[in-house]
C-alpha cells in the first residue's frame, strides 16, 4: 500500500512537473505565460497585509486572466489595483481578476496592480519568501515563491533606499 | 438742526463705527480658527494618553494620516519616513512626526504603538473616535473613505501625502507619495531652518 502511494505521489509529481518550467535567471513558464521578478515587502509590526508583485508575460495568441490567488501565509488574497488620483490613493478590488491580453506583458508593480493579502499568519520578514498559488482562466494553477524585500522596495532587486 | 439732534446724530454715529469695528473684528479674526490645519479636536495617543490641537505647537512636524491595514502607501511613506530621520540625524533632532489613523475602529493605541515605533522613537500613533478623527481630517482637509473587499474586509481610500508644519503648527507644506529623497530632504531641511 506505501509502495503504491509513494508511485502515486510520484506519478502525480509527473504530471504536475512539466507544468511549468524555471529558467536560469527565475522566469517561471507556465503554459503560455512567463512569469518574473516576482517579490513581496517586509511588513511592519501589526500590519495584517501585504502586497505581491510580479510580470505576467502572456507570449500565447489568446488572451488569459488572472482570476484567483491564495497563500498559506494569509486568509485571503485578492487581486486589486491601487491609483493616486491628486493625492488620494484609491484601492479598488478587481472582482473579476485580471486581462492578461494576448502577446502583452501586465505587470503587478507597486502603485499599480498588486495582490493584496489579507489576514496575515505572520509577518512578512525581508529575506524570507512567501509561498502563493496563482489561477489563471486557461494555464490553470501555479505555484511561485515570492522573494521577501525591504518595506519600500520597488522592484524583486533592488534596495529599498 | 437743534443741539439735541446733532448730538443724537453723532452717537448714532458713534454706535454704527462700534459696530463696523465689531464685525470687522470677527471677520477678520475668523481665518485664524477656521483656516488650512485649524481646529479642535480630542484625541489619544498610541499610549492612551490624551492629545489635541496644541499638539504640533512647539516643534517641526511631519504629519501624516494611514491606517495599519493598508497595503501600500502607509508602509512605504513609514519606510521613507525612517529614512528621513536617519539622513537628518541630529540635524533633525526636534523634528516630530505624527501618524494619525483613518481608520480607528481597527486602529487601536496598542496597535499602533509597535506599527509606529518601527519607524523612530519621534513618530506618536494617534487615534481616537470617529466623530474627532473626522475633525482632525476636516481640518487638514484629509479625505477618506471605506471600501468594502467583501466578507467584513475592507481598506481604505485616503490622503497620502506628508503635512509640514512648522513650530507654530503652521501649514508649510507637502511632501508628495513617493516624492523622492534628495526633495523631500529639501523640504525638511527649509523646515527646520524657518523653525
Not at chain 2, 34 to 62: K, W
Not at chain 2, 155 to 175: C, K, P, R
Amino acid at each position: 500500500m506505501i509502495r503504491f502511494l509513494r508511485a502515486a505521489f510520484a506519478a502525480s509529481f509527473l504530471l504536475v512537473a512539466p507544468a511549468f518550467a524555471q529558467d536560469h535567471d527565475g522566469t517561471i513558464h507556465h503554459a503560455d505565460l512567463n512569469l518574473s521578478a516576482p517579490f513581496t515587502r517586509a511588513t511592519l509590526p501589526n500590519a495584517p497585509v501585504g502586497g505581491g508583485f510580479l510580470s505576467i508575460q502572456n507570449a500565447g495568441a489568446d488572451a488569459d486572466r488572472l482570476v484567483s490567488a491564495s497563500s498559506p501565509a494569509a486568509a485571503m488574497v485578492q487581486i486589486h489595483e491601487m491609483a493616486m488620483e491628486g493625492d488620494v490613493m484609491k484601492m479598488r478590488q478587481l472582482a473579476d481578476g485580471l486581462e492578461l491580453p494576448a502577446g502583452e506583458t501586465v505587470t503587478l508593480a507597486p502603485g499599480g496592480f498588486h495582490l493584496m493579502f489579507m489576514g496575515l499568519t505572520q509577518a512578512f520578514v525581508e529575506g524570507e519568501t512567501v509561498p502563493v498559488t496563482l489561477v489563471f482562466e486557461k494555464a490553470g494553477p501555479v505555484e511561485l515563491e515570492l522573494p521577501v524585500m525591504g518595506t519600500a522596495a520597488d522592484a524583486a532587486h533592488t534596495m529599498s533606499h | 438742526m437743534t443741539m439735541k439732534s446733532i448730538r443724537i446724530w453723532l452717537w448714532g454715529a458713534v454706535g454704527a463705527l462700534a459696530l463696523t469695528a465689531i464685525v470687522a473684528a470677527v471677520l477678520l479674526r475668523q481665518p485664524e480658527q477656521t483656516g488650512f490645519g485649524r481646529g479642535s479636536y480630542n484625541l489619544i495617543d498610541q499610549n492612551g494618553q490624551p492629545v489635541d490641537q496644541t499638539v504640533f505647537v512647539g516643534h517641526p512636524t511631519a504629519l501624516f494620516f494611514g491606517f495599519t491595514h493598508c497595503p501600500e502607501v502607509c508602509p512605504t511613506t513609514m519606510a521613507e519616513m525612517a529614512s528621513w530621520f536617519e539622513q537628518l540625524g541630529d540635524e533633525g533632532q526636534d523634528l516630530r512626526a505624527y501618524f494619525v489613523s483613518i481608520d480607528p475602529q481597527r486602529d487601536t493605541p496598542e496597535v499602533l504603538g509597535d506599527y509606529v515605533s518601527w519607524v523612530s522613537d519621534r513618530i506618536t500613533g494617534i487615534t481616537g473616535t470617529p466623530e474627532e478623527i473626522a475633525k482632525i481630517a476636516k481640518a487638514w482637509g484629509v479625505y477618506y473613505a471605506r471600501v468594502d473587499l467583501g466578507g467584513d474586509d475592507y481598506t481604505m481610500d485616503h490622503t497620502a501625502s506628508v503635512f509640514l508644519l512648522d513650530a507654530s503648527g503652521e501649514f508649510q507644506g507637502t511632501i508628495a507619495y513617493r516624492e523622492d529623497q534628495a526633495t523631500a530632504l529639501g523640504k525638511l531641511r527649509n523646515l527646520l531652518a524657518k523653525s
